[in-house]
């Protein structure tokens, strides 16, 4: 299967018409096209904005940027330094080679140490490896975190995501099954507000107004239903997922974000952001999210 390694990205190429292009940058798949079981001709599943940048200046506005090891603006003491969503998202990766390459699918290994410009804001050893895997309808993203401190160290906490940018009609998108979930709504106007746990009333969440809302002890298992197809995203200790989208209230305002870009996707966001993962030292953790093209 062919893997092509350009000077900033990484392009796999399925036998059975899937592809998929990681930057180094970031880790960021930037676009995944695959077919459904039921149409043969693959389509891009994955929304990038038309303003993104892809030159590493800053982190690309679409496709699955990797967040870690903060969600949101830095709230652990470690991590007061480092900026919206931590440094893995633009941070120039590794190329860490094959893993693995046959008809069932093909997987490499992108890694991320301590670099210079992260110990400058960032003092804790950690070794990151993220794992991507194209099948015919599916793509799978695992990140691997150590702890390579010391045993006489702290536990290394932090937060991680997958900040997956859904192509879908923002208008008519179901997200399934959240009913009854807990979950925190970032979009309230004040602080006390945000930290008021809500219940989920739908038995299908859209995203027709302004929405930023984090599930806690979420399913695990997302049903993304729209007149582009029915997605799956199944995931592996991951306890929250987020739902975000702008619509033009907040998306107007998105320096990157084109203009009416907020129509064309949800954001679907398996990971560990209500607290923090505490991985003693010399020990590992994956989270892993497993999406699927259903119809
Ligand atoms: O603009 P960014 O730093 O990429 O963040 C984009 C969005 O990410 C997540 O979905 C957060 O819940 C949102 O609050 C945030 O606006």
């Avoid at 702290?154 to 009854?180: C, D, K, M, S, W």
């Avoid at 305002?253 to 010399?282: N, Q, T």
């Avoid at 590992?284 to 999406?291: A, K, L, N, P």
Wanted: charged share 20%; proline share 7%.
């Amino acid at each position: 299967m062919p893997i092509v390694q350009k000077e900033d990205r990484i392009v796999l190429q399925h036998p059975k018409g899937a592809s998929i292009e990681i930057l180094l940058y970031g880790a960021t798949v930037i676009s995944w096209k695959a077919p459904s079981p039921l149409d043969p001709k693959p389509i891009e599943r994955l929304f990038v904005s038309s303003k993104a940048a892809l030159d590493g200046s800053k982190p690309v506005r679409g496709g699955i940027p990797v967040v870690f090891p903060c969600f949101g603006a830095p709230t652990h003491p470690e991590h007061v330094k480092l900026s919206q969503h931590g440094f893995a998202r633009n941070s120039v990766w590794t190329f860490g080679g094959i893993l693995l390459d046959n008809d069932a699918g093909v997987s490499i290994r992108l890694t991320l140490g301590p670099t210079p410009a992260i110990t400058e804001t960032y003092d804790r050893p950690f070794d990151l490896a993220f794992v991507v895997t194209l099948s015919e309808h599916q793509l799978s993203t695992n990140l691997h975190v150590k702890n390579t401190a010391l045993s006489t160290t702290g536990p290394l906490e932090f937060q991680a995501l997958f900040h997956n940018y859904i192509r879908a009609p923002a208008n008519e998108v179901a997200i399934t099954p959240l009913h009854n979930v807990t979950y925190y709504d970032k979009t309230e106007s004040t602080d006390e507000l945000r930290a008021q746990a809500k219940i989920e009333t739908r038995a299908s969440v859209d995203v027709k107004k302004f929405t930023d809302s984090v599930y806690e002890n979420a399913p695990g298992k997302y049903l993304i239903d729209s007149l582009l197809g029915k997605i799956e995203v199944k995931t592996q200790n991951f306890p929250n997922v987020v739902i975000w989208n702008p619509q033009a209230e907040a998306g107007a305002k998105i320096g990157d974000m084109e203009e009416g870009g907020w129509e064309k996707y949800v954001c679907v966001e398996p990971g560990h952001v209500r607290g923090f993962v505490s991985l003693p030292a010399g020990e590992s953790w994956i989270g892993q999210q497993v999406i699927t093209v259903l119809e």
